[in-house]
């Protein structure tokens, strides 16, 4: 059989391929998300940064043109004051600043201008009440912004800080706050992000920003950011991941293996146990992997068999075996070469196509095949289709076996739906045959069955020659076991092919 009890050594320990596989996929999964949530976090603190560095870059940008248009409300007002000073009593109007004067300030925040000389005022202008807005009847600091022209003196008293009003809107949450440079702070007030100095002007403008701020600004792009995160992870792991697990995969191993010739066959002879001479061959499927060497059948083969790999898997087997059957024939022209076939085979009719390409397309070129139906499930042999492919078989010379004949799902009415020409005995009736001694077992009930429906005989596991002597009393003819052979390579069963001739 070419599934022979076997696990796949795998991280140490015995394991079904299978089993090793779901494993690795979940191990995969895991190791993928962690390291997904790893490159998130490393990316979020890297953005944090960026936004971090961009807003400040941001505020410096806003505040220099602040501290720009606040510079140029005290250039106009210094203007102002100088040509003022120059009128000198021109600049005033029956006690009043002449319109003119204050024209030059229309978007400068003051609320005082005084034209004075030795000490006595001209005229003076005080801003209306109703013009008074919350920046300059507050907190904030006025300025003084004197000029003297032959003993004239012009004064404006502005509010520097008010000019800053419109941008302080447009960075919500920022604290903007213009103040001479000799000015302390006040206490409590908060530590400055940023601090602009005006080079014409003894002013410095402060921006201060609570430490919320930024976060709450990172924070608002963060489901974006996650989102976009989320989207190349799936992306990653349904597209390049997934073709590297497919390549990782038990299938695509297989389909790896295929290609680079991984798989090769051993022969296990049938022998007719009262000469030794050798009957025919059973092709086992073995596994030499790139990566963990040899792989026993039961470590592959069971996955293989419910999978769509059946069918190539089958189809390398058959061109396989009939190339190393053509070299066993040159030395044994009687020869036969046992393949076994799981169930669900059996109603598909590619697996004729693939014998036919196989063997030759000749009347009778099957006549050296035997099939041996492994029944691991239940298989309706009764269906057209089944009857349809075992009848194409058939047409073409091929023989059929019921392979471990009592431990599967193999029944009496397999023996007369399928015209089986042989049912090959399981090693455990063998064994127990041994232990039984003369006693009533169940090799006897199955020879009496055989018999009667005229199906030859095979033994299975002969490993001692107390077996042996106990089948030949039986009736039983034809054996297979390590008492007579272990499986061998092609090159090592011609060898013993040609001892036999000798």
């Known amino acids: 059989m070419w599934w022979a009890r076997a696990v796949w050594p795998f991280g140490g320990k015995l394991r079904p391929m299978t089993d090793t596989w779901d494993q690795f996929s979940r191990r995969l999964a895991l190791v993928y998300a962690l390291v997904a949530l790893v490159v998130l976090v490393l990316y979020l603190a890297f953005d944090f940064q960026r936004s971090w560095s961009r807003s400040v870059s941001n505020l410096r940008e806003q505040a220099g043109a602040a501290l720009s248009w606040a510079e140029r409300g005290m250039d106009a007002a210094s203007e102002a004051m100088s040509s003022a000073a120059t009128a000198g009593s021109r600049a005033c109007v029956a006690g009043a600043v002449e319109p003119r004067v204050l024209s030059h300030m229309l978007n400068v925040p003051l609320d005082r201008v005084t034209i004075a000389t030795g000490g006595r005022v001209l005229c003076e202008w005080t801003a209306p009440q109703s013009t008074l807005t919350a920046c300059s009847t507050g907190q904030q600091a006025a300025m003084a912004i004197s000029r003297t022209q032959d003993d004239v003196t012009a004064t404006a008293r502005i509010y520097p800080a008010c000019m800053l009003a419109p941008f302080a809107l447009s960075v919500d949450g920022v604290g903007l706050g213009l103040r001479e440079k000799r000015e302390r702070r006040a206490a409590g007030e908060p530590d400055a992000l940023l601090t602009l100095t005006s080079a014409r002007w003894p002013v410095q403008l402060d921006v201060s920003a609570p430490p919320y701020w930024l976060l709450r600004r990172w924070m608002a792009d963060l489901p974006l950011q996650i989102g976009f995160f989320a989207l190349v992870g799936l992306a990653i792991y349904f597209g390049p991941l997934a073709a590297l697990r497919r390549r990782l995969s038990i299938e695509g191993q297989v389909r790896t293996a295929l290609k680079r010739g991984e798989f090769f066959l051993t022969y296990l002879p049938t022998i ?173 009930s199955i020879v009496h069955v055989a018999r009667e429906f005229g199906v030859g005989i095979i033994a299975e596991g002969i490993e001692t020659e107390r077996q042996l002597d106990r089948i030949r009393r039986i009736g039983i003819r034809m054996a297979q076991g390590f008492l007579f052979f272990r499986p061998m390579e092609v090159e090592a069963t011609l060898d013993q092919l040609r001892l036999q001739t000798q």
Request: charged residues 25%; aromatic residues 8%.
């Open 272 to 444: 007719e146990v009262n000469t030794g001479h050798w009957l025919g061959v059973e092709a086992l499927m073995r596994w030499r992997h790139s990566r963990h060497g040899l792989l026993q059948p039961a470590a592959f083969i069971p996955w293989i068999e419910r999978s769509p790999l059946i069918h190539d898997t089958t189809s390398w087997v058959l061109r396989q075996a009939a190339s190393d059957l053509a070299r066993m024939n040159e030395l044994h022209h009687e020869l036969y070469v046992g393949i076994n076939l799981p169930p669900n085979q059996l109603s598909d009719e590619r697996v004729v196509d693939a014998a036919l390409d196989a063997f030759g397309n000749d009347q009778l070129c099957l006549c050296r095949v035997m099939f041996e139906l492994t029944e691991r499930e239940t298989t309706d042999y009764a269906s057209p289709e089944v009857q349809r492919v075992v009848a194409r078989l058939r047409e073409r010379g091929a023989q059929f076996a019921l392979d471990d004949f009592g431990i599967g799902f193999s029944n009496l009415a397999s023996l007369a739906l399928l015209e089986i020409d042989f049912i090959k005995v399981d090693k455990s009736f063998i064994q127990e045959l041994e232990r039984r001694g003369t006693d009533p077992n169940i090799v006897d």
